[in-house]
């Protein structure tokens, strides 16, 4: 675990695997913490340096007035790595980490050598969506955030893998209980603005795109319209809700793996 001094605050970091490996950043879902990859973390150290952080808003990092953008989210990404002298690194994010990802194509794709996008949309929900959680959680704090805790099982896990893995789900969904309600609110702002749809044309970088079939938040549509619109990007699909990457664990490594270390 380590600090990066951002020019508002902290952001907390944490590095695996070999020193000198190509490095790989993995960019967290709303409402988790850079814990949300420790199934992965074993399989991807064998082969790159995994650098993981919490988003600003979420974790140990810090929590500024909202409401964020992902522009800001992507910005902080660049500042971690150039506070850690990266000049190049591979890129998977899920969901809000996914749009980081997409933002960092667009944007600042001289930084990237392949990006992983998984769960995730050009444009995730509506402000019909968003707009009343913000106001829930910015009204009621920690008690709206258990409330959503409770709801996230079944948009981030199907049922069968929550009764067969309560212990599991129950790690995952308490990251939500934990996370600030400011810098919940500030977030699920970035991703209700976020708007991609008309700019992945632009992103020259490989990219894998990965959806969950039982997926409610991004549906597989999501992906495939990504897919459709990244010149040359590849697809895969788990059978699976919300968080791919928990749920099917070592397939996806595998899948993530096969596209990183490719020729």
């Known amino acids: 675990m380590g600090f990066v001094q951002l020019a508002d605050g902290e952001l907390n970091y944490q590095l695996d695997g070999p020193e000198g490996a190509p490095v790989l950043v993995l960019s967290n879902s709303l409402g988790t913490d850079l814990h949300m990859w420790d199934i992965q973390i074993s399989a991807f150290a064998e082969h790159f340096r995994v650098l993981r952080f919490d988003t600003r808003g979420h974790g140990k990092s810090l929590v500024t007035e909202g409401p964020y953008s992902i522009e800001q989210l992507g910005q902080d990404v660049l500042a971690l790595l150039d506070a850690l002298h990266i000049e ?104 209700r603005d976020a708007d991609f749809r008309e700019q992945l044309s632009s ?52 899948r993530v793996l096969e596209f990183l270390l490719a020729r």
């Open 88 to 191: 190049r690194a591979h890129f998977c994010g899920l969901s809000m980490g996914g749009l980081i990802g997409q933002w960092l194509g667009i944007n600042a794709g001289e930084r990237l050598k392949r990006l992983v996008v998984c769960n995730t949309a050009a444009k995730i929900g509506t402000p019909e969506v968003w707009n009343p959680r913000i106001e829930m959680v910015l009204r009621d704090g920690p008690v709206a955030m258990v409330a959503l805790r409770d709801a996230s099982i079944a948009r981030w896990f199907t049922a069968d893998f929550a009764e067969a893995n309560p212990g599991q789900a129950k790690l995952i969904t308490d990251m939500l209980a934990a996370t600030s309600p400011q810098g919940y609110a500030a977030n699920c702002a970035a991703v």
């Open 203 to 254: 992103i020259k970088t490989p990219t894998l795109v990965i959806a969950g079939t039982e997926d409610a938040v991004t549906p597989p549509s999501g992906g495939h319209f990504i897919q459709a619109h990244v010149q040359g990007a590849e697809y895969a699909e788990f059978y699976a809700a919300h968080l791919s990457n928990v749920q099917a664990g070592a397939a996806f490594s595998d």
